[in-house]
């Protein structure tokens, strides 16, 4: 089993950011679905407590990303954005229920070309 040492600086960054994400997804969107009737100061607390989860995360995520793996700070918001829409596309579809649409696709190639555009001169 690999310890966390023998993990690349890089692979702790992106993991961090994926599970900090499915946290984000679930405080930003989670609600519509479990807090439908809740009033919107319940949902926004709820939400809160699930954000900040994500952000004992995401912090550590960036520092190490930044500080350790010589990521820039441009590369690892188009990271974050890439995981974003990883993450957010199966919860719409599974979780919310809500109809695949194309146009994830097509968003899906811009992020290619932002990430191709943002990594380029690394």
């Not at 023998?6 to 900090?20: D, E, K, N, R, Y």
């Not at 809740?38 to 926004?44: G, K, L, R």
């Not at 649409?101 to 811009?110: G, M, N, T």
């Amino acid at each position: 089993m690999p310890t966390l040492q023998s993990i690349p600086l890089s692979v702790q960054t992106v993991l961090l950011l994926i599970a900090s994400n499915v946290f984000m997804t679930f405080a930003w969107y989670g609600h519509l679905k479990n807090l439908a009737t809740a009033p919107w100061y319940t949902a926004a607390f709820v939400s809160w407590g699930i954000a900040l989860a994500e952000y004992l995360l995401q912090v550590p995520a960036n520092r190490i990303g930044f500080q350790q793996a010589g990521f820039t700070v441009g590369q690892l918001k188009i990271i974050q954005e890439v995981i974003t829409l990883s993450v957010f596309v199966p919860f719409a579809v599974f979780y919310l229920r809500e109809p695949f649409k194309l146009d994830y696709l097509w968003a899906a190639l811009c992020m290619v070309g932002a990430v191709y555009f943002i990594f380029r001169s690394a």
